[in-house]
């Protein structure tokens, strides 16, 4: 199923969100950027500065910035027919440098119970 991430009515981007562990209640999967995506990829891609894909040491000072930018954010998931899923966490795990290289993926935390009903056992 299809599921759209928006901020304040604009598109940041799409996931299936193929993945799940119903026991962290968490779902991901790969995120294809919207026309909005380039109004958040900067507080992303400073998670990706803080805290290397390849291991290295993180930037406590950056990671602290990147939650306190996300957070106020007021990103909102929503399903294929446009109702909002009830998420404690959206975060956009975006290593591409800002050349599109490499992949985008989306990790939600998802405190919505009727979601994990209606998802089964996708």
């Excluded at 958040?40 to 803080?50: D, K, M, W």
């Amino acid at each position: 199923m299809k599921h759209t991430v928006n901020l304040k009515g604009v598109t940041v981007g799409h996931s299936e969100l193929e993945h799940a562990d119903r026991g962290v209640r968490r779902a991901w999967g790969p995120f294809r950027p919207g026309v909005g995506y380039e109004l958040v990829q900067p507080i992303f891609r400073l998670y990706a500065e803080a805290v290397p894909q390849r291991g290295g040491p993180r930037d406590e000072t950056k990671l602290a910035r990147y939650y306190s930018a996300r957070d106020a954010l007021g990103l909102e998931l929503v399903d294929s027919a446009g109702h909002p899923i009830r998420t404690t966490t959206i975060h956009i795990a975006d290593y591409t440098n800002g050349a599109g290289d490499g992949t985008i993926e989306l990790n939600v935390l998802i405190s919505d119970d009727e979601y994990w009903t209606q998802r089964g056992d996708r």
